[in-house]
């Protein structure tokens, strides 16, 4: 089955600098990567996700890249704001399995004023 | 911008106490998810249900746990006799059958077993 791999743990930043937080997952199979944004005690909110016939994929500040032969992708955050800190997960589905959302561990990004 | 809701947003029970969780989806969705999240874990798959029946459950999904689509709108899921490991944040989520990579979630019910 799939199995996502989510690094790191915990970011810290300055706010203003870029955030880059990375995900590999384990089934070639897999087409559509989503990355959702928890913040505390709130609903997991997807923010962008890309499917794999594109490389990359940007809307303003965030941005997902995705690089199939390696299977890992990554979410860019530029021009950090205190706003995005929070938990970001990256996930992976099994279509195969009732389209079921495979989570990473989830990144703890705080960005510092 | 429509939205899933779910209720209630904390459920306080005893052990061995049966829960009801409702959820209401998005209104054009058609697939179903609850997924489970433990306090600062990750958030974990439960089950899938599409055209009324259940499409994948995981092995969390006990025999202690039941879902339904008792009507066109809700979809619940029923825990029979709740362990105090069922402490968690218990989410539904929907998706769009012209999109059903994307799945947006509620914002979950808190279920403390005491």
């Not at chain 1, 996502?4 to 203003?16: A, M, N």
């Not at chain 1, 199939?68 to 990256?90: G, M, N, R, W």
């Not at chain 2, 995981?58 to 709108?73: A, L, M, N, T, Y």
């Not at chain 2, 968690?88 to 005491?114: I, K």
Request: hydrophobic share 30%; net charge negative.
């Amino acid at each position: 089955g799939e199995n996502v791999e989510q690094h790191p743990s915990t970011l810290s930043v300055q706010e203003g600098d870029s955030a880059v937080i990375k995900c590999t997952y384990s089934d070639s199979a897999s087409n559509y990567f989503p990355w959702y944004k928890q913040e505390l005690g709130k609903r997991p909110q997807l923010i962008i996700d890309i499917r794999s016939n594109v490389g990359e994929k940007k809307d303003q500040r965030i941005a997902v890249t995705l690089n199939k032969t390696a299977k890992h992708f990554s979410l860019h955050i530029t021009e950090t704001q205190p706003e995005d800190s929070a938990v970001y997960f990256c996930a992976a589905p099994l279509y195969n399995q009732g389209g079921k959302l495979i989570f990473g561990q989830g990144t703890e990004l705080s960005v510092k004023p | 911008e429509p939205e899933v809701t779910q209720t209630p947003s904390h459920q306080v029970t005893q052990m061995g106490q049966e829960v009801i969780l409702r959820c209401v989806p998005i209104s054009n969705h058609l697939y179903f998810y609850w997924y489970r999240q433990i306090l600062g874990q990750k958030v974990e798959f439960l089950v899938s249900f599409y055209n009324n029946e259940i499409s994948e459950k995981s092995e969390i999904f006990d025999d202690q746990f039941s879902v339904e689509r008792p009507d066109g709108s809700n979809f619940t899921l029923k825990i029979r006799s709740t362990k105090l490991e069922d402490s968690a944040m218990y989410f539904c989520a929907s998706s769009d059958p012209s999109s059903s990579y994307e799945q947006y979630f509620g914002p979950g019910t808190r279920l403390t077993v005491t």
